[in-house]
Each structure stands twice: as structure tokens, then as C-alpha cells.
């Protein structure tokens, strides 16, 4: 028979280890988004390297890029979960990061809006956070529908776009379709330019001999200045977007990840597009 010392000994051992704060691990910028935005940034330890332009996470160890993921340094945090995107690998470093004891949980991409609330609701339930995952739902539908009026006005006469994404290197590469970027110019009410091809091309002279851009996006992080971005790109000073220097320059992370900021990002987007 335990002693009433010993008892107190046990219940006060059990509640400090559930008074302990949960240690997790976000690989992938938008799933990091989430996390934060259930008000648990600070039980994160540790973040993949897309999430460290994120404020909340700036100052969080880096466990590398989030298709090659290390399990050493990600066991080094001693976390006791592990939410990353569906991108996130490799397989074997998963498994072995579950092989070790620590819950792993992997939430699907998808290049839709409504996509979105199925991250939240995913990421809440494995964080015991569903009544704040409700409330976040919530903040972001309210995004959509203004970002839905917003596009309403560009039914009918949907500008052409091509969307440049910088590869390593510097090279700029131009969005087709089955890609987050073709999801999202047709979510802010524009017409991608590259829809006669899949995934993303070399940009060349032959690509806007047909196709002709009336706006260029681009991220924030390539540089150079509007006009200096144009003369890189064969072909693409003489189209509409590169006479009239018409470039909008968005955050890869909140434009592409299908997180909570992207409604309010492509919304920015669908105001730009309405230029004259």
C-alpha cells in the first residue's frame, strides 16, 4: 500500500509532466502558419528552412530544407511531435523520426482554397486545439469572400499573367498548370499566359510569342528592379506587362503555401490586376 506521501509524490509528478509544454517541430511554411496561428509558436523548437522568413519563427533552429529533412537534427530538439507538409522528406527520415517514439504527422498539399480549412481542422485535432482551429477557419473564410468580391470584377476579361519563379542559381522559370502558381492566378481572377504547358519551363523568346502577358508576378525575393527583371527575360519587354512595366511582386509563402495569409495575399493580387 503506497504511502499518502508517496501519492502525492505520483499526482504531483503526472501534473507537472502534462503542465509541460508541447515541443514541436513544422516543416513547411504554411503548416508553421497554422501552428502559429493556434497560438502555439512557442512550442515550437525548431522549423524547416521556408518557415524561417516567417516573424514568429525567425529566431527558431533550422532543420533543413523541407524535402531533405535530417532525423538527427530534428531528434536533437526532442520534440514531441512532428507536423510537417506533404512534401516533407525523405520517406526513411520519417520513418525513423517514428521509429524513435515521436508522433510524426504528415498534412496534405493541395492547390485549392478550400483546401485550406482541411489543413487547420488536420493540424488542430493532432495539437488538441480545435475550438482556436475553428476560429481561425473562420478569420480565413472571411478572407475568401473578400477575396471573392474582388475578383468579381474581373469576370468576363480575365487579364493574362505569367507568374516567374526564380530556381537556384537565378534562373527564372515561367508557371504551367498543375502547379500552386496556376491555382492561384485563376483564384485572383487572372488568366495564366502558360496553361499550354504542365509544371514549370525555361523561360524563352517562343513563350510569349503566343502568349502575351499583361501582368508579370514575381516574387519579392528575386532582385534587380522591374525594369532590370524584364531585360532578363527573352521576349518578354515587347508583351503588354513589359511596355507598361505592369509587375506585382508578391511573398512566396503567403501567395503559394495555401495557408492562412494566401486569401489575403491573392487579394492583393486581384486588386492589382485590375490596373488599367
Known amino acids: 500500500m503506497l504511502r499518502p506521501a508517496t501519492i502525492l509524490a505520483v499526482l504531483l509528478t503526472a501534473l507537472t509532466a502534462r503542465a509541460e509544454p508541447v515541443r514541436i517541430v513544422t516543416a513547411g511554411a504554411a503548416v508553421t502558419e497554422i501552428v502559429s496561428g493556434l497560438g502555439l509558436a512557442p512550442q515550437i ?23 531533405m529533412l535530417g532525423a538527427e537534427g530534428i531528434l536533437s530538439q526532442k520534440p514531441d511531435l512532428v507536423l510537417v507538409s506533404g512534401e516533407a522528406g525523405p520517406p526513411p527520415v520519417l520513418e525513423q523520426i517514428k521509429a524513435a517514439g515521436v508522433d510524426v504527422v504528415v498534412i496534405p498539399n493541395g492547390y485549392s482554397l478550400d483546401n485550406i480549412d482541411d489543413k487547420i481542422r488536420a493540424i488542430a485535432a493532432a495539437t488538441d486545439r480545435v475550438e482556436d482551429g475553428e476560429k481561425l477557419i473562420t478569420r480565413v473564410e472571411a478572407d475568401v469572400q473578400a477575396l471573392r468580391a474582388a475578383t468579381a470584377a474581373n469576370e468576363g476579361e480575365r487579364p493574362g499573367v505569367v507568374f516567374l519563379l526564380a530556381r537556384h542559381g537565378g534562373n527564372l522559370m515561367a508557371a504551367g498548370t498543375e502547379t500552386a502558381a496556376h491555382a492561384m492566378i485563376e483564384a485572383s481572377g487572372g488568366r495564366n499566359v502558360g496553361a499550354s504547358f504542365t ?16 501582368f508579370v508576378i514575381v516574387s519579392e525575393s528575386v532582385g534587380g528592379d522591374d525594369t532590370e527583371l524584364l531585360a532578363r527575360v527573352p521576349g518578354l519587354g515587347a508583351t503588354p506587362a513589359g511596355r507598361q512595366l505592369r509587375v506585382i511582386r508578391v511573398d512566396d509563402a503567403a501567395f503559394l503555401g ?17 490596373q488599367p
Open 45 to 67: 523548437v525548431a522549423v524547416d528552412t521556408s518557415s524561417k522568413d516567417l516573424e514568429e519563427t525567425r529566431d527558431k533552429p533550422d532543420v533543413g530544407y523541407v524535402r
Open 199 to 214: 509544371g514549370y519551363k525555361p523561360l524563352s523568346a517562343e513563350i510569349f510569342a503566343t502568349a502575351t502577358p499583361d
Open 258 to 274: 495555401f495557408g492562412p495569409r494566401t486569401p489575403s495575399a491573392a487579394t492583393e493580387v486581384a486588386l492589382a490586376l485590375r
